[in-house]
């Protein structure tokens, strides 16, 4: 009885969810990392990996497939990974700004003002006093709005890791001579 692989999006459906804790850490650390230094290290960390995860992901079903799985196909299971893996990131990333760090975002902006306010030639920038007038006048993005904005920015940043993780991910399996569908 011979067993068929999964479909791409099967697959993607499945890796969808540990991919997206991933992302979530990610995450999650970013937002925590000015509170605890360590925090910013493994922050850099699991953001440099994240290259690595997708490209496993497209290997693992490159070698399911037994070598047949196309180039657009891995491509294909990179973006639905993103895709998928940035809806449960964006909704744990909401929970956590919303509940546990709800001044997230004016806090990080008044920090880049009084970073900006320390540079002599960025004292009286114009864009530091447009910053510091949207904290005054409670301007800044909502947290959903945020949360949206990194959620098309990491999908389409996805969509081009995997591009390149998916031309690594095709090299031919050990042992094998490189085929060809026919």
């Known amino acids: 009885m011979a067993s068929s692989s999964k479909s791409i999006y099967q697959r993607a459906g499945e890796w969808g969810v540990p991919f997206g804790l991933y992302l979530s850490c990610v995450a999650v650390l970013s937002i925590f990392a000015d509170w605890f230094a360590p925090l910013q290290l493994l922050f850099m960390v699991l953001l440099m990996g994240l290259p690595l995860v997708t490209y496993y992901f497209q290997r693992r079903k490159f070698i399911e ?10 491509w294909m299971l990179g973006i639905m990974l993103y895709i998928l893996g940035t809806v449960l990131c964006s909704f744990i990333t909401f929970l956590v ?9 004016y806090e990080q902006a008044q920090a880049a003002v009084d970073v900006y306010r320390t540079m002599p030639q960025m004292r009286d920038n114009e864009m530091v006093n447009l910053l510091q007038q949207a904290i005054d006048d409670k301007a800044l ?3 959903i709005e945020l949360v949206m904005s990194v959620f098309w920015f990491v999908s389409f940043a996805g969509s081009l890791v995997s591009a390149l993780t998916a031309l690594v991910a095709q090299r031919p399996l050990p042992g094998k001579s490189a085929r060809r569908r026919q």
């Open 65 to 74: 497939d037994n070598g047949f799985t196309e180039y657009a196909g891995l």
């Open 97 to 105: 700004i919303t509940y546990c760090r709800p001044g997230f975002i």
């Open 141 to 143: 993005p909502s947290p």
